[in-house]
């Protein structure tokens, strides 16, 4: 439609100038009529310009710019902050269909997302700290899971369990919450901080600094026992699990090496690049 239009407007250009020139001189010209003519060629050029762009005769609507940050993933689903309405939200995308969509609308900032199944975490400062909110895509609700006054950050997800940082108590701990039984509980609350928690099946991780520097501590949910994975006097920090499996960055050589702890045979180890 927008090239046609283009072609019309090319058209009548040309033909308005062609009467222009072969215009009789010798015939006294009206004024009135001769600025009406430019007028109108004028107002022709100006909308020639709208429908025409670069290697294109077809109206084009830019996008405005937006970034997508901090992705998750489970399954066929995608996750991720995205600011193009001005703030951050929660968006995602099905991978088997490209369709994208959006779970939070509010005018604050929602960032950090972390997804198991149809449960979608995320922090959100809605409330004007931040909190940690849920959203359950089957049924398209979403749920507060924290409204403490004070703030909660880095929420992580396995199955039931929802675990994140928390500064309630003047520090930060690690606080956890049951979505089958609606129950919020510590894991650990040192005087020291306990940040980044990570979580797999019955174990939760976290990066720890109640030893004057920063190790990689633990938590089995089905005994209630805490345990550390590595107390390095150098800092090691993020830790990540799978299986029994937990690593983390670790600086013990004077530079940031990746290093690992074997749940089930109790063995730290370091991944080497061969």
Partial sequence: MGTLLALAFIILLEVEVERFIHLDYHIE?????????????????????????????????????????????????????DNRNGNWDICGCYLSTGEEFQITTNRENQLLPAIYGNIVVWMDNKNGSLDIYGFDLSIEEEFPLTKNPNEQRSPAIYEDIVVWQD?????WDIYGYNLSESREFPIT??????????????????????NGNVDIY?????????????????????????????????????????????????????VLML
């Fill in 167 to 171: 500064d309630r108590d003047g520090n």
């Fill in 29 to 81: 010209l009206d004024n009135m009529k001769l600025n009406m003519r430019m007028q109108r060629i004028v107002a022709i050029v100006l909308l020639l310009s709208i429908f025409s762009t670069k290697g294109s005769h077809e109206l084009q609507v830019e996008e405005r710019p937006s970034n997508r940050l901090n992705p998750a993933i489970y399954d066929d689903i995608i996750m991720w902050e």
């Fill in 218 to 270: 633990g938590y089995s949910l089905s005994t209630g026992e805490e345990f550390p994975i590595t107390t390095n006097r150098n800092p090691q920090h993020s830790p990540a699990i799978y299986e029994n499996i937990i690593v983390w960055q670790d600086n013990r050589n004077g530079n940031w090496d990746i290093y690992g702890y074997d749940l089930s045979t109790s063995t730290e180890f370091q």
């Fill in 189 to 210: 609350t040192s005087e020291s901080d306990q940040k980044y928690p990570a979580i797999y099946d019955n174990i939760v991780v976290w990066q720890d600094s109640r």
